[in-house]
């Protein structure tokens, strides 16, 4: 007998096993799942091999499952906000605040960041930082430097450290209200600090300001909330993935390590996939709010649209682009004036040339938010007419995209059952019976057809 063979004599088989795992004999049964109804004493060698290819074949799928998942949740699918390495790649922050300022018709907009996320930046004394901002700087906002501590007792750092936001309605006679000259806030009457972070961790803050005492409505707080959590969780998704990219290359990673990074993305990927999904619906909301649609219209109209898409037998990708894209169809009206949409009197020559542009300005936005860019010619064709007659581009027939032809008569059957403040609602009879008379002409007339079963 060969001094390997006796030392092996009196060993547990598993833990001759090639791939064992932490000195673990009992590893390689235990992820078959036979732990629990198999005894060590009844495996031959023959399957001890058999469970240690099974290891091999398993360490190299969780390595190929985490490379996947790393090549889906890429820059271009989440929102590229990390790996900044100088000030000029902060630009993009300036950018953000200025559409949260557009979308929520507030006066100013900041963005910090903890310093461990301002990369780029980390040379600061100040542990909060100042990353963009909506209003013009005379000269470089970065070396102004402006931010907080941890412990400071500022607004910013108590919405930071207790993850919960802190509004002011007055900050006039509000004491604790410490302004900074530079970002004009001894102008600030209206102060509402909104924590970024999730359940990994805090990422910063988002600070929007009114010069006036005009508050911000529910579903512009729900809506600027659940973008800073979406923000936060895009953060700690791009930077998880980074990490997982340096571990896959890794020749000594083990298996247990690959399958807590591979629960850590899956679980951070639910969260991004929950909060895009309740972003749009509180961004459709805010639309609503400022209309004088009721509050579910847009829900409405989505809902139409996936059950044309569903009975169109579309795969379930597309009619999620579809329902995001009914949702959002009108998010050009989020950043037009209020009582433009309240008006019972003729619209003037200007509030008609405002709102021909808005379908622009909602483009705008959602080009700017990576993961919704797929919705855009969804919502760009849907005023096109089936004759060629339409808007933007007097697209005909089949040359508009479905999802749009989808979205346009959901919409004109939501709109004709539905109050307005110039006129009352049809019945569900008389909408579909006018909707059937424009078959053709502005309506694709199988979809119609649709809309009717």
């Known amino acids: 007998m060969t001094e390997e063979k006796k030392q092996n004599k009196n060993v547990s088989v598993f833990s001759r096993s090639d791939i064992s795992l932490d000195s673990d004999p009992m590893e390689e049964i235990f992820a078959l799942n036979l732990g629990d109804f198999i005894s060590e004493h009844l495996i031959s060698d023959e399957l001890v091999q058999k469970i240690s290819r099974h290891k091999v ?13 790393i090549s889906i949740y890429s820059i271009d699918n989440t929102l590229k906000i990390l790996g900044f390495s100088s000030k000029e790649d902060y630009i993009i922050y300036n950018a953000i605040a200025k559409t949260i300022k557009q979308m929520l018709e507030i006066d100013a907009c900041h963005v910090f960041l903890s310093k461990e996320n301002a990369m780029g930046l980390d040379c600061s004394q100040n542990d909060i930082l100042l990353v963009g901002s909506s209003i013009k700087f005379k000269d470089d906002i970065y070396d102004a430097e402006i931010g907080y ?12 450290n207790n993850k919960k936001s802190v509004e002011v309605k007055n900050c006039t006679e509000d004491e604790n209200f410490k302004p900074i000259q530079k970002l004009n806030e001894d102008k600030v009457k209206y102060y509402l600090a909104v924590p970024m972070f999730n359940n990994t961790e805090k990422v910063g803050v988002i600070v ?3 010069y006036s005492e005009k508050v911000l409505s529910d579903e512009f707080i729900d809506l600027l909330s659940v973008t800073a959590k979406l923000f936060a969780t895009s953060m700690s998704l791009e930077k998880l993935t980074e990490e997982t990219e340096k ?3 890794e020749k000594d990673v083990t298996i247990v390590q690959l399958q807590n990074n591979r629960a850590e993305l899956t ?10 999904q309740w972003f749009v619906e509180n961004l459709a909301k805010a639309v609503d709010a400022k209309s004088s649609f009721k509050n579910n219209y847009s829900n409405d109209v989505a809902e139409l649209a996936k059950e044309i898409s569903t009975a169109l037998a579309l795969n379930e990708k597309t009619k999620d682009l579809i329902y995001y894209a009914a949702l959002l169809r009108n998010i050009g009206k989020i950043t037009l004036p209020e009582e433009l949409f309240n008006k019972k009197e003729k619209l003037s020559k200007e509030d008609w040339e405002k709102l021909q542009e808005s379908p622009n300005v909602g483009v705008s936005i959602l080009m700017s938010i990576n993961f919704l860019s797929e919705v855009v010619p969804y919502i760009t064709y849907h005023k096109e007419r089936w004759d060629g007659t339409g808007e933007p581009e007097k697209l005909r027939g089949m040359s508009i ?6 979205i346009a008569i959901a919409d004109a059957y939501s709109a004709m059952t539905s109050d307005r403040a110039y006129r009352s609602a049809m019945d569900n009879k008389r909408a579909l019976e006018v909707i059937k008379s424009e078959a053709g002409t502005k309506w694709d007339p199988e979809l119609v057809k649709v809309l009717i079963q």
């Open 208 to 210: 929007v300001e009114n």
């Open 247 to 249: 571990l896959v290359n």
């Open 149 to 160: 501590k941890y412990d400071d007792n500022s607004y910013v750092s108590l919405a930071f």
């Open 401 to 406: 995209p479905l999802g749009s032809r989808i």
């Open 267 to 276: 679980s951070l990927i639910g969260d991004l996939s929950s909060e895009q």
């Open 57 to 69: 074949d398993k360490y190299e799928s969780l390595k190929n499952q985490l490379k996947e998942l």
